[in-house]
Each structure stands twice: as structure tokens, then as C-alpha cells.
């Protein structure tokens, strides 16, 4: 997986009013856990940019003062009008222990269906993984190749390498979807897995999953 350096000042005084003040100078408080205790440190807003408005994900070499550690992003907080970052959270990781991480899906191969003129819907774009921080991929790679219409593919079809899916194995992932150009060539065609009734689940779980990284 992908690493990113982000440099951070331990915090010596706590409280709102310093809280507020670090904000004011274009800090972002956070904190570190994970450890035998919460390390608070303040890191300036743009340095973060780069780990947060991305859809990739990061394992975090993170440097506050002299302490050197490894981390995920955990949890971010943002201003409801100006979008400003309010507050980050990160966890500290190790080599020999499993970590939880959402990971980013891709795509690959042209859908048999799509080609027969089928609609690909993709209804999750993340997936929440379990293994070790040498065994995570920057992104879990899918084939649609075979994808035909009315056919999905869901979580409990998938399997990868030394990482455990944590999802709902019936969790629909991606279909193609009847359209009504090969409704009206091939009469009595059945809808497409994914729509209709059959699209609620998936299309509840997506609403709940927020591209937001490792959250």
C-alpha cells in the first residue's frame, strides 16, 4: 500500500480557547491512538490535503516531534459551511497486527452485458478489509469481463489474497441492468439483479458508506 509523510507538533496546552487559537493559524488539532496513550498534536491544514481529498487511501508515516510512527486515517471532522477541517483522528498500526481499512474498488474488463447492451451499475466503490499492512492493496481489482445482464457480482463471490472482506457477503457490488433497447429486442427478458426490489439493499449500504477513506 501507499505511504504518505505528514509532520506534526506535539500539543503542550489543551482546551477550547487553544483549540481555537491553532484553527485561527491554519492548524488542524488531531490525535493519535492506538498506543499506550492518546498523543495530541496540531499539523497545518494544507499538509493534509493530500492524504484527505483523494480517493486513495494511505498508510500514514506520521512524525510528531521526534516520535516516528505508522497510522491510518480514523476519523475527520469538517466545518459545515467553509468545508475547513476541524479535527483528525488517526490510528496507530503495526506491522505484525491485522488492521481494518476501507479499501477502494476498481473496475477492470469490458462486461459482456455492457456490450450486449446492458447498463453497468455500480452500487459500492469500497469495500472494509481486514489483514496486515504488507498484505493491503492500494485497490481491490474486480473482472467484469464475464458480467452478462442480469447478472451481479457481490462480496461472498470475491476472494483476495491473504485479506479478509468484512462486508455482507450478499452485499451486491455491481450489475448489469436490462435497459429498454434489449427489452424491446428480446421480449420477455427479465429485469437485471440490482434493480427494482432487488436494488434496495445494495442501494442502502451505499448510502451508508462515505467515500471519506478508512473512516
Request: avoid cysteine.
Amino acid at each position: 500500500m501507499k505511504t504518505i509523510e505528514i509532520k506534526a507538533e506535539a500539543r503542550k496546552n489543551l482546551g477550547k480557547k487553544e483549540t481555537e487559537k491553532l484553527r485561527k493559524q491554519g492548524m488542524v488539532p488531531g490525535v493519535l491512538y492506538g498506543g499506550s496513550e492518546p498523543v495530541h498534536f496540531y499539523v497545518p491544514e494544507n499538509n493534509l490535503r493530500h492524504l484527505v481529498y483523494t480517493p486513495n487511501v494511505y498508510i500514514v508515516n506520521l512524525t510528531i516531534d521526534s516520535r516516528n510512527t505508522k497510522a491510518i486515517l480514523q476519523d475527520i471532522q469538517f466545518h459545515p459551511v467553509t468545508d475547513h477541517i476541524l479535527h483528525i483522528d488517526f490510528k496507530e498500526v503495526f506491522d505484525d497486527k491485522p488492521v481494518v481499512m476501507r479499501i477502494p474498488i476498481k473496475l477492470t474488463g469490458s462486461s459482456v452485458g455492457v456490450r450486449a447492451g446492458g447498463k453497468l451499475k455500480q452500487s459500492v466503490r469500497y469495500l472494509k478489509v481486514k489483514g496486515l499492512i504488507k498484505d493491503l492493496p492500494d485497490q481491490l481489482t474486480i473482472d467484469i469481463s464475464d458480467l452478462n445482464i442480469g447478472k451481479s457480482i457481490r462480496v461472498g463471490d470475491l476472494s483476495f489474497e491473504n485479506i479478509e472482506l468484512l462486508d455482507n457477503k450478499r452485499l451486491q457490488i455491481v450489475s448489469v441492468q436490462v435497459t429498454r433497447a434489449v427489452v424491446e429486442e428480446t421480449p420477455g427478458a427479465a429485469p437485471a439483479e440490482g434493480t427494482a426490489e432487488g436494488a434496495a439493499p445494495a442501494a442502502e449500504q451505499s448510502a451508508k458508506e462515505a467515500p471519506q477513506q478508512n473512516k
